[in-house]
T-cell receptor, first 109, second 115 residues
């Protein structure tokens, strides 16, 4: 079956760096998305990776290893507003998104 | 401003009643989607539509129905046949295209509670 695993919850300190991991098992693979979702709100797009390597976008970076079925989202210089859930989603061979349950990130002062 | 709207934000329904959730987009997207989000679970696809007057079942379509009479609108009806309808419902849209990669844009969601 198809599956996405990511930690349920993580805690980090304001100003620090945090890495949120995601492993996936899908029927075929056409890329991986990361979305941010604040409580009770809509998910918003953060990144898309289809090739191996690191993509940097400001304070956020996303990494992909296709051979390992692994991705991570790296958040630097954490701010209180980064407290949210981070959703990992893989695109399978039929271009359908398979979603993880999300990682709730708690930022402490 | 372009975007996706969902209404209402909160909806209460008595058991046994059908209810329709609205989703409208003015992004000129061809594809639209309905997801259900429950605590501790990933988004689950209910229905999706790639083009007007056509839609497909997702992973959990039972107890739900949709229509796509206009490009901008994709309403979802939660019927009394849905056994556990209390959830957060998200509508999304994207540029079309079968077998292409397109970022999905989400509406603000409707929280449905069955009393």
């Amino acid at each position: 079956g198809q599956n996405i695993d990511q930690p349920t919850e993580m805690t980090a300190t304001e100003g620090a760096i945090v890495q949120i991991n995601c492993t996936y098992q899908t029927s075929g693979f056409n890329g991986l998305f990361w979305y941010q979702q604040h409580a009770g709100e809509a998910p918003t797009f953060l990144s898309y990776n289809v090739l191996d390597g690191l993509e940097e976008k400001g304070r956020f970076s996303s990494f992909l290893s296709r051979s390992k079925g692994y991705s991570y989202l790296l958040l630097k210089e954490l701010q209180m507003k980064d407290s949210a859930s981070y959703l990992c989603a893989a695109l399978d061979s039929n271009y359908q998104l398979i979603w993880g349950a999300g990682t709730k990130l708690i930022i402490k002062p | 401003d372009g975007g996706i709207t969902q209404s209402p934000k909160y909806l209460f329904r008595k058991e046994g009643q059908n209810v329709t959730l609205s989703c409208e987009q003015n992004l000129n997207h061809d594809a639209m989607y309905w997801y259900r989000q429950d605590p501790g679970q990933g988004l689950r696809l209910i229905y999706y539509s790639q083009i007007v007057n056509d839609f497909q079942k997702g992973d959990i379509a039972e107890g739900y129905s949709v229509s796509r009479e206009k490009k901008e609108s994709f309403p979802l009806t939660v019927t009394s046949a849905q056994k556990n309808p209390t959830a957060f419902y998200l509508c999304a849209s994207s540029y079309a295209g079968q077998r292409t990669v397109n970022e999905q844009f989400f509406g603000p969601g409707t929280r449905l509670t069955v009393l």
